[in-house]
């Protein structure tokens, strides 16, 4: 059983630009989860995508967005990058039956300067 | 909106010293409650849950309570081991559609030989 995969690992961007982060899910999991975690911090849930649509959002701008794609797996995109979107972004997969079980990937380390 | 609160960090202990990690909550509902923990450079992992009022989780020699009368769900584990050493996280998941996780702001814990 494949867990669940995140690329790329790390990234560095400059402010103002865009980027896309992605996640593949665990095998048999329709559900995605994307939270950011700032460094000592706790995650912050951004948005979660079931069955390739948004089914909740945390409080985050609409600059925060994503997509599901038929295989499950999912982007995460950020446009006009803030230095205080610095962090770990961490995707995470359950399935439908057990959506209160996440099962996280390793996150990817986004660097804005 | 729920919420989750930890006790301020870093903790460093002895090897075989008992632990406890103290983790209370506010949430509208009756939340699950889990505690996730957070190795350098890896994603989360799952580390014990509980369902209901009074239910105990354990896994690893780690135990937890769900204490609805206190809110609380504290970690404890009663000899830690130098592998233990990593950054703990309590979380809840409220009964909404999106089943979003909400953290608390995470506990260093460093165990010395």
């Known amino acids: 059983e494949t867990g669940v995969t995140q690329s790329p690992t790390h990234l560095i961007k400059t402010r103002g630009q865009q980027v896309t982060l992605r996640c593949s899910s665990q095998?048999?999991?329709?559900?995605v989860s994307w939270y950011q975690q700032a460094l000592g911090q706790g995650p912050q849930f951004i948005f979660q995508?079931?069955?390739?649509?948004?089914?909740g959002r945390g409080n985050f701008p609409p600059r925060f967005s994503g997509l599901q794609f038929p295989n499950y797996s999912s982007e995460l995109n950020v446009n006009a990058l803030e230095l205080d979107d610095s962090a770990l972004y961490l995707c995470?997969?359950?399935?439908?039956?057990?959506?209160?079980?996440?099962?996280f990937g390793p996150g990817t380390r986004l660097t804005v300067t | 909106g729920d919420s989750v609160t930890q006790m301020e960090g870093p903790v460093t202990l002895s090897e075989e010293a008992f632990l406890t990690i103290n983790c209370t909550y506010t949430?509208?509902?009756?939340?699950?409650l889990f505690w996730y923990v957070q190795y350098p450079g890896e994603g989360l992992q799952l580390l014990l849950k509980?369902?209901?009022?009074?239910d105990k989780g354990s896994n690893k020699g780690f135990e937890a309570t769900y204490r609805k009368e206190t809110t609380s769900f504290h970690l404890e584990k009663g000899s830690v081991q130098v592998s233990d050493s990593a950054v703990y996280l309590c979380?809840?998941?409220?009964?909404?559609?999106?089943?979003?996780?909400?953290f608390g702001s995470g506990t260093q814990l460093t165990v010395l030989p």
């Open positions: 995470a997969s359950s399935s439908g039956q057990d959506q209160y079980e996440q099962y």
């Open positions: 095998s048999g999991h329709n559900t």
């Open positions: 995508y079931y069955r390739e649509e948004e089914n």
């Open positions: 949430a509208t509902g009756y939340p699950s």
């Open positions: 509980a369902t209901k009022a009074d």
């Open positions: 979380a809840l998941s409220d009964w909404g559609s999106a089943r979003q996780l909400t």
